[in-house]
């Protein structure tokens, strides 16, 4: 079993952790946007491991909740 298809054995939704890409599909944000977003010394839904951004899923979903609730 490869990379590509151990991934795809738990959907992004139920991940703790989503790539770059994984988030842009998951929320609509272009990829740009979101290096953009966690590149700030603040933002609190961002995990490096090593050189590589992953994106803490549940934090970023009460993020993008809270910022922008009506």
Known sequence: ???????????????????????AAYTGIGVRK???MTDEPTCD???????????KRRKLDEYLENAYSV
């Open 34 to 36: 979101l290096r953009e």
């Open 1 to 23: 079993m490869n990379r590509e298809e151990k991934n795809n054995l738990v959907p992004v939704w139920e991940r703790p952790t989503i790539t770059l890409e994984e988030a």
């Open 45 to 55: 839904y961002v995990m490096w491991v090593g050189n590589r951004r992953m994106i």
